[in-house]
C-alpha cells in the first residue's frame, strides 16, 4: 500500500497573514510492539520524521514516535511575507522520503 | 516565517482497552436453589408475562439455536435459575447480564411462567 | 385457537387455520378489501412494513385475539431488511435471504396488508390518504415511516447522484448498487464513504460496512486498495472495536478521519469519483454517500416532526407528543437513549401496541420497558455488541444498564458474538413477520 502525502495551504493570503498548514500521510505507523497471529513480533516500520521549508529556509520540523497512530495528521500555522513554495518531506524507517509541496501568492 | 504553532495529532484514535467484568461471585451457585425455590413461589400475572416476555422474542426465537438458544417450553425453575446465575454475574454473556439485572424477583417469576407455558 | 370473526358480524366465524387456508386457495370469499368493509371493531391502521411497523401490526393483532381491525399500509410488495444489508455487502448472505413478505401476517394474525403509499394524514378526520385517493380511517394510527434521506445535505449529491455513489442507507435496490459495484473494483480503485451526521440510523452501520467492504477486498487479495472514510463526527459507535479490527484484519487498508483532519465535507462531484473537503480532495472509483436523515416523508407532512426533523413522543407509550391518536415509533421518532436500530423499533412497536390495546380494548397496560442490541461484524467470525436496558425517566427513555464487547476479546467470545446475530436476525423476522423458519 502505498505512502501518498496530503497537503493543504492557501493559494492566496495577504503579507503577514498567520496561515493554516495542514499535511497528512498514509502509512501504517507499524511500532514494532505488534504482534501477528502466529504471536511473531512484527517488525518497526514507521515515518520517522517530518520536516517542512518555504523557499528552501525550515519552517517546522520534528521527530515523530513509534507511539504515533496509523497516518499522522500534523498541522501548524504560519506567518507569510512573501510568494514561494512549501516543500514537505516525511522519512520512512527503510530510508525513502516522500515528498509534497504547494504555492502560495502572497499579495 | 517567524511563527509556528504545532498540533500533532494522532488521526487514528488508539483504542484503550476497559476492565472486564467484576468478578465471580463465589457464593451465588449456592443461592441459586433457595432462589429457584422463593421466586417459584411468587403470585404471577399471565398478562404481565405476555408482556415481559416480548422483548425477549426479538432474539429466542421458537426455532432459535446455536447462539442464542430457545427458552419457549424450559422449565421454569431452570429459567429462573438461569436469570439468578446473569444476575449475579456468575453466567456469563453481556447481553443477558444486563437484562437480567433490570429484573425484579416478580418479573422472573412472571417471565418462567410465560416461557415454561410456551 | 383465535377465532377471527367477520368483520359485518354476519359471516361464519373462521377459525385462523381455516382462515389460512381460504387465503391460501385466493382468499374468493374476501375479494372486497376489508379496509373498505362496514366497520364494527376498533381500528388500527399502521403506516410502514418495516422492523417497527410490521411489529406493531402484528402484536396488535396477535394479542387482541381478533378484537381489533388492523390495516397495515406499506409502499412495497416485499422489505429487504437494512439490517444484515452490511453481511450481503460482505457476501456472506444473498438477496433474497434479507428479504420478507407480508403474507403471514395476512393470513395467520388476519392483518390488512394494503401495498402503497400514504401521501396524507387528516388529523381531525382520523384518516389517512393513500396516492390513489383512497381515505382509510382509524381511531388509533401507528407511523413508523423509517428515516428520509436529506439529499442537498452534501452539495452536490441527489436521487439522481445515488445512482452512481449509493447511500444504501434504505434496504433493497440502493445496498444491490452498492454490492454491484463494491464487486466490480479491481486492486488500487479506491473506495471513499462519506458517514452522517447524528441523528442518524444505526450508529454503527457505517463502521460495520467499512470493515465488510474492507472483508470483500482483502478476500479477493487486493492489497493497493484503500477505503477512506470522511466522518462529520469526532467519535462513532463503538469505535475503539472497530478501528482494532481493522488494524488487526485490514492494515494499511482503512483511513478514517474525523473533522479535525477534514475539516468541513464541502461538496462531491460524483460523475469524477471525488470528494471535496476542508482539507484536500479524496478520489474513489466508488463513493458510498451517506447523508443527513431526518424522519420519513409522512411524518413531516402531518406535522409530527420537531426541529430536529423527527417526531417527539411520551416516553412511556411512544404516543406523539402532537397528537393523542397517534404514536410514532422507529427511526422516525426521537427516543431519547436508544439508538435508531431496527430493535429499538421492534421494541417501542411491543410498547406501542400494548398501549394502544389498553386504549381501545381495556387491556392491562404495563409500564414500559425497552431493550436494544446492535451486533456488528468486523471480519469473518469476528462480531461485537452493544446494547441497554431502557425505561422512560425524567421525560425521556433512558438507559438502565449498557453493555459493549471490550478490544482484546478472545477469538472464540467473537465467534459466539456473531453466532448470536445469525440467531437474532431469524428471531427478529419471526417477530415482525410471523414467519416461522
Ligand atoms: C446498513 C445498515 C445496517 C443496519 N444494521 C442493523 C442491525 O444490525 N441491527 C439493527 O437493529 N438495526 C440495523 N439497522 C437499522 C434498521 O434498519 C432501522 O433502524 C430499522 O429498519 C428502522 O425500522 P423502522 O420501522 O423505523 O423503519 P423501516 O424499517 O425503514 O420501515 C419503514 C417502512 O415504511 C415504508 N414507508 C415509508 N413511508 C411510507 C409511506 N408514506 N407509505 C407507505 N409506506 C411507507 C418504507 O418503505 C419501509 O418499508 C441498519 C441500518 C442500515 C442502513
Redesign the interface.
Known sequence: ??SRP???VPATAASGDIIEI?A?I?H?M?SGQRRDASGNRIPRKIINAFACTFNGEPVFSCAIEPAVA??P?LSFSARVTESGTFRFTWTDDDGSVFEAEEAIEVS | MVKVFITL?A???A????P?GAEEKAGAAADVEAYVQRVSELAV?P??G???S??C????????????PAIQGQPAEAIIAALYEYKSEVREN??M???A??LSDEDVAALAAHFSQQ | MTLIKDRRGAGPLLTRRTFGLLAGAGAATLALPSYLRAQDKPRVVVIGGGAGGATAAR?LAK?SDGALDVTLINNTETYTTCFFSNIYLGGYRDLQSITHGYDALVSQYGINKVTGTAVAIDRDAKTVRLEDGTDIAYDRLVVAPGIDIIYDSIAGYSEEAAETAPHAWKGGPQTEILKTRLDALEDGQNIVMVTPPNPYRCPPGPYERVSMMAHVLKAKGY??S?IFVLDPKE?FSK???F??GW?THY???V???GP??IGEIAGVDVAAGAVETG??TFEGALLNIIPAQRAGAIAVEADLVNETGFCPIDAASMKSSADENIYVIGDASIAGDMPKSG?SA??QA?VAA?SIRAELTG??A?PA???N?CWSLIETDDGV?V???Y?PAEGKITA?????????ETAELRK?T???????Y???I??TFGI??
Open positions: 500500500m502505498s496530503r497537503v493543504s495542514k497528512l498514509s501504517t507499524e496509523a497516518n495528521f | 495529532a488521526a487514528m484514535l483504542g484503550l482497552p476497559v472486564a400475572d398478562a404481565y405476555d408482556y415481559l416480548s422483548p422474542t426479538s432474539c429466542h426465537g421458537a426455532n432459535a439455536a446455536g447462539g442464542i453481556a447481553v447480564r444486563s437484562v439485572s433490570a | 402484536y394479542d492489497t493497493q484503500k467519535t469505535q475503539a472495536l478501528q482494532e488494524e492494515p494499511g487498508m483511513e478514517w478521519y479535525d483532519v482539507f484536500d430493535f421492534n421494541s411491543k400494548m387491556s392491562s404495563f420497558r425497552y431493550a442490541t455488541k446494547g441497554a436496558q425505561e438502565t444498564s449498557t453493555f459493549v464487547s471490550q478490544p482484546g459466539e456473531y453466532e448470536e446475530s445469525v440467531v437474532w431469524d428471531s427478529m419471526a417477530d416461522t423458519a
